[in-house]
């Protein structure tokens, strides 16, 4: 059901031409790749999207695997001293 504030009615009313657009007339018809078929430059995108994929994991188990250094492991010391000091 259509809203009145569209309908063909109001548009007469108003002195406008009745309006005879329908939705797949605004929508531009453009080809669609077939989805069975992925063109070569997809096929490269997604390979080179999963090389930085696999770069990046990499990268992170690095960090993650690094050795916390001494002097940032005595300022988490210390602030968790002063947090138990206060009870909170």
């Avoid at 005879?20 to 989805?35: L, V, Y």
């Amino acid at each position: 059901m259509r809203s009145p504030a569209l309908s063909d009615d109001e548009d007469a009313i108003r002195g406008r031409p009745p309006r005879k657009r329908h939705a797949d007339s605004m929508i531009e018809d453009m080809p669609s790749p077939n989805p069975r078929k992925p063109s070569a430059a997809l096929d490269e995108a997604r390979l080179r999207q999963q090389a930085i994929g696999v770069r990046l994991r990499q990268m992170f188990d690095e960090v993650v695997n690094e050795d916390v250094p001494d002097e940032f492991l005595e300022i988490l010391r210390k602030h968790d001293a002063k947090t138990s000091e206060k009870g909170g």
